[in-house]
């Protein structure tokens, strides 16, 4: 069973972390088109209306009949190429905001990792990010990733890490952006895995939660936003700096109309934490179709550091490596 709590949350604009969020040009868009079919082709009369094989095939996904057995959708060792080649939003800076890194000590596998350093801002908001969409978007996933903090990687109090997001099939950038605002089941859902100090409890970097967007979510004190509600297994997990740890987060989302929707996350293999009854969207135009790597700070007064390996994200339980 888990704790259910509503953080509260002051001075902060996840807007800054995904500015595309603010400005979305629109060949950032793309609209989901169904294609004429061309007289070339001739096909019979059904073929011509396109409207009854888009129900007949969101009618397939809703029962879950073309759900492919075991697929792994994408994997990262960070061992080749370059980062744009696999990400499609690479937002760092600069190269001390991080990179690929090559240095022994922080890498997890092979010869390279992925660094990602919030850089000091006098107290201001600072990130670094990759993103990685899936389009048009799966029902459930989980993703495997290894990760290390830097031993004097100290957040102060708030910060986002990683996080799946649910975006509509015809705006993949509908999922980023609206820190404070309720989804309304049609636009986007979200879940992070981040680690939560509770303004001073918990040592550096924090005890992990789920912080989440969803259309069912409480608001703040001020009755008027709505920031993340956050979920913690029953008995909290510090995480500690300076080692590496296999993380896996699942999520499954709902079918439209029911609370059938669940998420949860292993730390090492061991299963930490169990959601059920999650009610992510209402309509089968949403679906989970990103990842983001980051570090987020809020009021960055100093640089903090973490370093990323072996991800992988499937349709199935991955698990540590075993090799
Ligand atoms: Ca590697």
Redesign the pocket.
């Known amino acids: 069973m888990q704790i259910f709590k509503i953080r509260k949350v002051e001075n902060f604009c996840l807007l800054a972390f995904f500015p595309h969020a603010i400005i979305r040009p629109a060949d950032r868009r793309f609209p989901a088109k169904i294609r004429p079919v061309t007289s070339r082709y001739p096909e019979p009369e059904l073929i011509n209306r396109p409207n009854v094989w888009l129900t007949i095939l969101i009618c397939l996904f809703s029962l879950g009949l073309t759900q492919s057995p075991a697929e792994t959708i994408f994997s990262d060792?960070?061992?080749a190429g370059k980062l744009k080649d696999r990400w499609q939003e690479v937002n760092i800076r600069n190269a001390e905001a991080g990179g690929l890194e090559a240095r022994p000590q922080y890498?997890?596998?092979?010869?390279?990792?992925l660094r990602l350093t919030s850089l000091a801002n006098n107290g201001q908001e600072s990130g670094s990010q990759v993103i990685r969409w899936f389009m048009p978007g799966y029902g459930h996933l989980y993703y495997r990733w290894y990760a290390m903090f830097a031993e004097d990687f100290d957040q102060g109090d708030l910060m986002h890490w990683t996080g799946f997001r649910g975006c509509r099939i015809d705006d993949r950038w509908s999922g980023f952006g609206r820190a404070g605002i309720k989804p309304d089941g049609t636009d986007r859902f979200f879940t992070g895995l981040e680690p939560w100090r509770d303004w001073g409890r918990y040592p550096a970097p924090g005890a992990l939660n789920f912080y989440s967007y969803f259309p069912e979510m409480k608001p703040d004190r001020d009755g008027v936003h709505y920031w993340g509600n956050q979920f913690f297994p029953d008995s909290a997990f510090v995480v500690e700096r300076g080692r590496w740890y296999c993380f896996e987060v699942m999520l499954k989302v709902n079918t439209p109309g029911q609370h059938d929707g669940e998420q949860a996350f292993w730390v090492d293999g061991r299963k930490l934490l169990q959601v059920n009854g999650m009610r992510w969207r209402d309509t089968e135009m949403l679906r989970l179709n990103a990842l983001v790597f980051g570090v987020y700070i809020h009021q960055a007064r100093r640089n903090n550091t973490c370093w990323y390996?072996?991800l992988v994200i499937a349709t199935h339980y991955i698990g540590p490596k075993t090799e």
């Open positions: 060792d960070f061992e890498v997890h596998s092979g010869k390279a990792s390996d072996d």
